[in-house]
């Protein structure tokens, strides 16, 4: 849009929102002929004394005609009068809005053109100002900012396209979601806040002691009641514009409000603890989110590192604690009796969303306070039913073992994940739980979301897993909590059982026999200590870092040992890696050991099959220790890896020929052919990690051996396992560079 042909644009309404569109898009270089119509001519005078419009004035006919787009950025209710002004000469122009209700203005266009004009776009930003009028235009308001567009089946996709490129040379993130779901989406964020400050501020200034009040007022008061000065007709006609979708909101509120009033009056602590804690971590989770993602679908934000080739590694570090421990901790602490402690609880993205259902699902959580958890229990059968969907965020592990827990309540679920988890396969966990009785509703192809219906009865099955999978096993026996009779679970292979470790603390009976774990329904969990060891998955990426790097020397402190994780050790051993586990000790019944790695040359070998579900998730990062080694090592038995958060075989074979590493795939596979040698080993060059963590950690530590540097792209949910990953990096001696792209 910035070239000679830039079409010309009609700004309808030249007060602050429409003042601010042609004052970025001047800033930005916009080349096309930017005009003004405002019913104010003084509005349109200083427009043109700032330089925000070339022209304009107060009638809007003669302008239309000479319009290629024009954008509505008058108030909800002028909607109706200024299409019927439009009608004669709409021909086949762009038109857009900027109203903060959707439906009214779709329906007022469908009133006056009978139908809804193909090139409307209704649109949305998600900027503003309790400012009015051109004067306080900000060239900058719309930068990094949301604008949601809602095009409907009939609109034309090239008028959706022009109105999206106007938004983007503004500097703000085009979003698109259906005109319902907006409204409702506003109403609970914006409106019904700015409701709520009107509401106070007019309760107090009636009141005889007002001036004292305002008079001392804080900071909590000034910030929220800012919103109060904004334009009062505006918000009147918005209010009336968006009435029902609004009401639904203020019921939702009127209802907490209410649930709060009563624990004041009894004095409940609990209950209030249990409000003021949910709110606090939503508050700052859902900021997290925000900062990091999208207004609708919470996608990511687009995050490459930029690694230096070479490094050294040492010290002493110790990785966050465990994520599939964490995840339990927090599970079955909600659901036993009293009240559960946590230390070196993992901060990350996921295991934050699965502490954010359980506060979603009547749950008082304290904390986190530097890995520091108090949960306080509920009971088997005392969750209650969350207001809306249940979000996990990037976790297979948290989705699944969900499934199994949710199965068995007496209420209807939803659960949901970003982008890269709705790809995932979910019927290895929903066909069995059919098979015990269960509801439950996926997406095509078994994929996310999941719709688990509450209140079925649940029968113990005996089942025979097709595949060694620790999260299909754990989703059972947490359903066969809840189930009559007997659960029985058979695996091929071995896979981590700290669901039956857990369990059996907590003091619910997990056998084990053979290659079967067994529990029977019916039984209850009381609250013990958890003390979550660090996580051997994001060890592993610093056991290999110090694995191939020669003269490294590195202690990896508390690292969880529990011997269905340990593959990763047994893998680096059979390769050379000098490798011991020092200061064993068991806590909260998981073995854990300080690793000492230091470096040794490494040698290709045939990966043993009975070690593939031990280390399934360290793959990738051994992939980088195999292109390292001397000669060729072979992977066979891992097909699980093509449906992890990517097909990580691929990935990884894809990454390592960019590097130029030779590797060859296979179904269930892969053989890397090693480089092996203490000088550079592979080049570099940029690399695609497809938004997964475990892939951008993995082609870091690539770079401690290549001969230029590995840029790698879409590294944002590294977020998701590893927290403080770029920072233990760099302590330990990676030179890493983390930028937004």
């Known amino acids: 849009m910035p070239g000679e042909t830039a079409p010309t644009l009609l700004i309808v309404g030249l007060g602050m929102i429409g003042g601010s569109l042609a004052a970025a898009l001047k800033a930005a270089g916009y080349r096309g002929t930017l005009l003004g119509c405002d019913r104010n001519d003084d509005e349109i005078a200083t427009g043109l004394a700032m330089g925000v419009i070339d022209d304009g004035g107060s009638a809007l006919a003669p302008l239309v005609v000479r319009a290629d787009i024009v954008v509505l950025a008058v108030p909800v209710l002028a909607m109706p009068a200024v299409f019927e002004a439009l009608a004669p000469a709409l021909g086949s122009r762009i038109v857009t809005d900027v109203g903060s209700t959707k439906r009214a203005v779709c329906d007022a266009a469908r009133q006056v053109f009978g139908t809804l004009p193909s090139r409307f776009v209704p649109g949305h930003p998600i900027a ?177 590192y930029r690694v230096s080739p070479g490094g050294s590694v040492s010290g002493r570090i110790r990785v966050p604690g465990d994520k599939s421990i964490s995840h339990r901790s927090i599970m079955l602490g909600a659901l036993a009796d009293g009240v559960t402690e946590v230390k070196g609880f993992l901060e990350g993205e996921d295991s934050l969303a699965t502490l954010q259902a359980f506060r979603d699902m009547g749950v008082a959580i304290e904390g986190p306070h530097q890995g520091r958890v108090t949960i306080h229990g509920v ?33 209807d679920t939803e659960l949901t994940g970003d982008a890269s988890l709705t790809k995932r396969p979910m019927a290895r966990v929903a066909d069995p739980l059919r098979l015990m009785g269960a509801r439950i509703d996926t997406a095509e192809g078994g994929r996310p979301p999941l719709r688990i219906h509450g209140g079925q009865p649940l029968k113990g099955i005996d089942y025979d897993m097709p595949m060694a999978s620790a999260q299909v096993k754990s989703c ?103 490798l011991r586990l020092e200061n064993p000790r068991e806590v909260g019944g998981e073995p854990v050991a300080d690793l000492h790695i230091r470096y040794a040359p490494l040698k290709g070998i045939d990966i043993p099959v009975d070690q593939v579900p031990l280390a399934i998730d360290e793959f990738p990062a051994l992939f980088v220790a195999a292109a390292n080694a001397e000669g060729t090592t072979r992977l ?74 590995i840029e790698i792209d879409d590294c944002a949910n590294v977020a998701t396992s590893f927290p403080g990953f770029v920072a233990l990096a760099e302590r330990v001696g990676l030179t890493l560079e983390e930028v937004e792209a």
């Open 128 to 304: 503003g100002s309790e400012k009015s009028g051109v004067a306080a235009a900000n060239p900058m308001l719309y930068r990094h900012h949301k604008v949601i567009l809602t095009p409907e089946a009939e609109t034309d996709p090239a008028a959706v396209q022009a109105v999206r490129g106007l938004w983007e040379l503004c500097g703000a993130q085009v979003l698109e979601m259906p005109v319902a779901r907006h409204d409702q989406v506003l109403a609970r964020t914006s409106h019904l806040p700015h409701l709520l400050a009107f509401s106070l501020v007019d309760t107090l200034a009636r009141q005889d002691e007002r001036l004292e009040i305002f008079r001392y007022a804080a900071g909590g008061f000034r910030d929220f009641t800012r919103i109060a000065g904004s334009d009062p007709v505006m918000w009147r006609d918005i209010f009336t514009a968006n009435r029902d979708a609004l009401l639904g909101a203020l019921d939702d509120f009127e209802v907490g409000l209410a649930r709060l009033r009563r624990a004041v009056e009894q004095g409940d602590s609990d209950a209030m603890l249990g409000t003021f804690d949910r709110a606090s971590h939503a508050r700052h989770y859902f900021e997290t989110l925000l900062n990091q993602t999208s207004y609708q679908a919470m996608e990511s934000r687009q995050v490459q």
């Open 379 to 411: 009971g088997l059968h005392g969750l209650k039913p969350p207001a809306g969907p249940l979000y996990v965020g990037n976790s297979g592990t948290a989705m699944r073992l969900f499934a199994g827990l949710l199965a068995g309540q007496a209420f």
């Open 476 to 578: 059972l026996l947490l359903a066969g909590l809840y189930a009559e009779g007997e659960t029985r679970v058979r695996e091929p292979a071995p896979t981590r059982d700290h669901t039956e470790r857990m369990l059996n603390g907590f003091g619910y009976a997990v056998a084990r026999e053979g290659d079967v774990a067994r529990l029977s329904g019916g039984g209850k969990l009381t609250s013990a200590p958890i003390d979550v060891p660090s996580d051997i998955s994001s060890a592993t990426f610093f056991l290999v870092a110090a694995a191939i790097t020669p003269g490294a020397d590195l202690v990896l402190e508390h690292v969880g040992v529990n011997p269905t994780r340990i593959g990763v050790i047994n893998i680096l051993k059979l390769m050379g890696a000098d």
């Open 636 to 709: 066979r038995g891992a097909e699980e890896l093509r449906v992890k958060e990517s097909d990580r075989i691929q990935a990884m074979a894809d990454g390592l020929a960019i590097l130029d590493v030779e590797a060859t795939v296979f179904d269930d596979g892969i053989d890397i052919v090693g480089k092996g040698g203490e000088s550079a080993n592979y080049g570099g060059g940029r690399v695609d990690s497809l938004g997964d963590h475990r892939i951008a950690m993995a082609f870091t530590v690539a770079a401690l051996r290549a001969s230029a540097p």
